[in-house]
């Protein structure tokens, strides 16, 4: 449960490797073209892709350089030490639920007033019986499901979780084919007890994504969550699979729109904050 101030010590959703093979992607670039602008030998770049790093300094500069990566955050990666923020500020009780997904992990997040038993949940991981293994034992109650978008990693526990739960409303995103989910589109507010939840349309991972901003309004000194799905991680972001251009548009539109004290809750790796990753995500310059 987060509450109080805490520094999440879990693993990042992305190395440095996978890092420069979402930036050469992004920069439409092959490991001989990046050879050729960096001055790095490509079997240099094909190694760090393969997580044997041998890169200096200097490489990590041109590197950061030729791909317009944030060079402070891609160093810090390189050394390990990513940096992670302090979280702290929430209104409420947020609990990230994190499920296996074949090489990963998937987070799912119940928001709840942390004196009652009763909770929103932001997507569902793939798997409800270990879901159940993370499941916080005081929430008996789930007022209403959101889902970020539909894929298995994201939503395939939400069947298992309605036959425990009952007829709880499930919202999608615009365009994506959940079985009774109601659609939300850009704006849409909905108020839940003392929450507020403001939905974000951020097509770019796929076509059919939301992102959440789940306030307090009764608190309104409190940070806002922004439930980020597959479109911001610490230290990274999510594969723009769908639509480089509006990935980027959406990216942008959430680390200038959001407070910097907005607390991330991505759909992969540990929280983070919109001034943590305005100052050191390498795709953020
Ligand atoms: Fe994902």
Same mark, same amino acid.
């Given at each position: ?56 300094? !200097?490489?990590?500069?041109? @590197?950061?350089? $030729?791909?317009?990566? =944030?060079?402070?955050? +891609?160093? *810090?990666?390189?050394?390990? /030490? ?43 991981? !793939?798997?409800?019986?270990? @879901?159940?293994? $993370?499941?916080?034992? =005081?929430?008996?109650? +789930?007022? *209403?499901?959101?889902?970020? /978008? ?136």
């Amino acid at each position: 449960m987060m509450a109080g101030v805490v520094i999440e010590q879990i693993a990042l959703e992305d190395e440095l490797g996978d890092v420069l093979e979402k930036a050469m992607r992004y920069a439409c670039l092959n490991d001989h073209e990046l050879a050729l602008r960096s001055g790095v030998s490509a079997e240099k770049i094909r190694d760090a892709i393969d997580y044997r790093y041998d890169l200096e300094p !200097a490489e990590l500069h041109r @590197l950061a350089e $030729v791909l317009r990566l =944030n060079e402070v955050g +891609l160093s *810090a990666l390189a050394q390990g /030490h990513y940096p992670l923020p302090e979280i702290s500020g929430l209104p409420f009780c947020l609990y990230p639920l994190r499920t296996p997904h074949g090489v990963g992990v998937a987070n799912a997040y119940v928001v709840a007033d942390c004196a009652l038993s009763t909770g929103l949940l932001f997507d569902t991981g !793939a798997d409800i019986s270990l @879901l159940r293994r $993370v499941w916080p034992k =005081n929430i008996r109650r +789930l007022e *209403a499901v959101f889902i970020t /978008h539909a894929e298995t990693e994201h939503m395939g526990a939400l069947q298992g979780i309605l036959a425990e739960f009952g007829s709880v409303p499930v919202f999608r995103p615009e365009g994506a084919t959940i079985e009774g989910a109601l659609a939300l589109g850009e704006g849409a507010r909905l108020s839940f007890g003392g929450f507020e939840v403001k939905t974000l349309r951020t097509p770019g991972h796929v076509e059919a994504h939301n992102c959440y901003v789940v306030t307090t309004p009764r608190v309104p000194a409190g940070s806002p969550l922004l439930v980020a799905g597959d479109v911001l991680f610490a230290g990274s972001v999510g594969a723009p699979y769908f639509c480089r251009h509006q990935f980027s548009e959406h990216l942008t539109r959430l680390l200038d729109q959001l407070p910097q004290g907005a607390v991330v809750a991505p759909g992969h790796g540990p929280l983070t904050t919109i001034a943590n990753e305005r100052r050191f995500n390498p795709f953020v310059v």
